[in-house]
Structures are given as C-alpha cells and as structure tokens.
C-alpha cells in the first residue's frame, strides 16, 4: 500500500535558538535521511503549511530556521519547547556531502540563505581533514540582522571566514562591510579550475555574485546554486514552483549552474 505523501507526521519542538527578533533555529525531532539543502513543508492544523530549509542535521533531530513573516510563522513562534508540529519531507534535491569530500569548496551565501547551507559549514568544520580549503563569505543587510552568531566563532577557528554586512549604523560593530562580491576577489584559490562554488541567497545576489565566480574563473560545472520557491506540495503536483518544464521542488532548490543557467522565472 503506497504511503500518502501529503500525510504529515508529528514532530515534537526539542530546542529553540533566538537569533535576531524575527530569525529562530526550532530543533525537531526526527530520525531519517536528509541532505543539507532538502526543505520540509511544516504545518500547523487551521494556521496552513510552510517550506522550511534544513539548516542542521544532527542525531535524531534537524534544525529549520524560520523566519516570522505571516500567519503559520506567527503562530509556529507563539509555541514553547516540548510542543508539536507537523512535517512533510524532507523534500527536492540537496547538496550531496561526498561531492564535495576532497575538493577546495567556496560557499557563498546572503542573509537568510546560510541556513540551507549551514550543515554543509558544519559538517567540514568538524571534518577539516576532509577538505584542502573551505572558505565561507557570509554576507547580512546589518549587525542586527547576523545569524548563527556562536557558529561563526567556532567556524572562524577551523575554516577561513569573512563575515560582512552591507551597511553598519552601530558604531560598536568592529567588523567588516561591503557586499560579499567584493571579497571574493581577495580569496587566494588553490586551483580555480577545480574548485567547487556553493552559492546561496536572494535572487540579485545570487545573479551578481556567480558573475563575479565566473569573471574569476571559476568553472560553470563546478557552481552550484540553491532556488528557494514557493514549493507548496514539494511532490511537484501543483505547478506554483515551477520554471520552464522544472519543478523546483523535484528537481531542486540544488542545481548545478549549467542547469540553473537555463531556466527562465
């Protein structure tokens, strides 16, 4: 008998972690396979379903940052450690960890789009010997808007990190600014031709900053971008994902950028 795919599952609240006013990490329990990148749709009965990204994966939970921008993500931040939600997924195609194991890996991502990338960071900070050379450009709007603020610390420790946001008005911030494409040029490759380039973030920033990969001469094969949609079934039946023949939700958010190149919003 086939499972019901838009059958969700029970999954109870183990940890939540503030980061800005409007940004928590839920930690939820849950022992299966997924992959960096995957998203789940998160439910609550009489509120709706959202698409949520996989931002940790450890022992028996993951970890979804959720940004409260409506009414499931209202309501999802009313709840308290030990409530339930329902899941669905996970879902679409991830980063594959072993792509990468091996490789000079660049992994370039714009506010809100480290969280898809987040396991990828710190999965080869914990297995440093598994890489030649990881550099993370992390870029923000302002201080106040930073994530992941103690993974930054334990990061900057084992992998080469530049943290910037666009524009500091806090004159306490000690840190750097500017956009992320202007720090790529400064990143000493060891060999570009097979280099692998992760990049994750808005639309515009995605646009810009695999232009100034490539100007770099980073290889097309070797570029992968992740595509955040409006996935509402993620079993690419209903059609809102779309682009061209492609369903984001089957066929991504992951693409590889010779793929992600032709599709047209």
């Not at 309501?75 to 000079?104: C, K, M, S, V």
């Not at 923000?140 to 610390?153: A, G, N, T, V, Y």
């Amino acid at each position: 008998m086939m499972t019901n795919p838009y059958l969700p599952f029970k999954s109870r609240i183990i940890k939540i972690i503030p980061h800005t006013d409007i940004d928590f990490t839920f930690h939820m329990e849950y022992a299966g396979p997924v992959k960096p990148g995957q998203f789940f749709e998160v439910s609550l009965p009489k509120y709706g379903e959202a698409p949520i990204s996989v931002s940790d994966i450890g022992e028996n939970y993951i970890g979804m940052t959720i940004r409260r921008v409506g009414a499931v993500t209202n309501t999802i931040y009313a709840l308290q450690e030990g409530d339930t939600l329902f899941l669905r997924g996970p879902y679409g195609n991830g980063f594959a960890i072993e792509q990468y194991q091996g490789r000079e890996i660049v992994v370039a991502a714009g506010g809100t789009g480290l969280a898809p990338v987040k396991a990828i960071v710190d999965y080869f900070a914990a297995h440093s010997d598994e890489t030649p050379s990881f550099t993370l450009l992390a870029g923000f709007k302002s201080p106040k808007d930073i994530l992941f603020r103690e993974d930054f610390k334990k990061w900057e420790q084992k992998l080469q990190v530049t943290l910037t946001v666009d524009k500091a008005e806090d004159e306490t911030y000690q840190g750097q600014t500017g956009l992320i494409t202007q720090y790529i040029k400064e990143i000493k490759f060891l060999n570009k031709e097979a280099a692998q380039v992760i990049v994750v973030g808005p639309p515009i920033m995605i646009k810009f900053t695999v232009a100034e990969f490539l100007r770099q001469g980073i290889r097309e094969e070797n570029l992968w971008v992740s595509y955040e949609r409006k996935m509402c079934c993620g079993v690419g039946k209903c059609g809102h994902c779309k682009m061209d023949d492609t369903y984001i939700c089957l066929e991504g958010p992951v693409f590889n950028y010779t793929k992600a190149k032709t599709l047209i919003d």
